[in-house]
């Protein structure tokens, strides 16, 4: 078994807030990344696959494929966008970096061929990133 890694890179704006909470819990919540007009984000994700190495072509799959895939199916969907209002599948999600992993996630492995999806990682900083490995279960509080 190998693991296969692509890093691609998008910039986008969004605003954490839970339109069921008040004002001030959503102040209290979310603190800066509450502000009404949104901020931004350089994110980067990390996508990688699981597989075999194919004894004819020495790869587990075609690397610039899986670059085609996230870039049609995430990235030109969601670089220079409002998360909040701009991209049909984050629709009624409040988009952190947890959220968005989960979205990616689930856009991208019921189409990827050539291997299995093993993780999503996405960095919304230098110091701030989500690992996600499927399987997300509904949160309960
Ligand atoms: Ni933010």
């Known amino acids: 078994m190998i693991f296969i890694t692509r890093r691609l890179e998008f910039c986008a704006s969004h605003r954490l807030y839970n339109p069921e909470f008040s004002d001030q819990k959503n102040e209290e919540?979310?603190?800066?990344?509450?502000?009404?007009?949104?901020?931004?984000?350089?994110?980067?994700?990390?996508v990688t696959v699981k597989g075999d190495v194919h004894p004819e072509t020495g790869m587990v799959l075609d690397l610039k494929a899986l670059k085609k895939l996230v870039n049609e199916e995430i990235i030109l969907k969601v670089d220079h966008k409002n998360l909040n209002v701009d991209v049909p599948f984050l629709k009624e999600i409040i988009p952190t970096a947890e959220n968005l992993a989960i979205q990616f996630w689930n856009v991208l492995e019921p189409k990827l061929t050539g291997g299995e999806l093993y993780e999503i990682k996405l960095y919304e900083s230098e110091r701030n990133f989500v690992i996600y490995r499927g399987n997300s279960r509904e949160r309960v509080d």
Request: charged content about 5%; overall charge negative; aromatic content about 12%.
């Open 29 to 46: 919540t979310f603190g800066l990344c509450n502000n009404p007009n949104g901020h931004g984000h350089n994110y980067v994700m990390e």
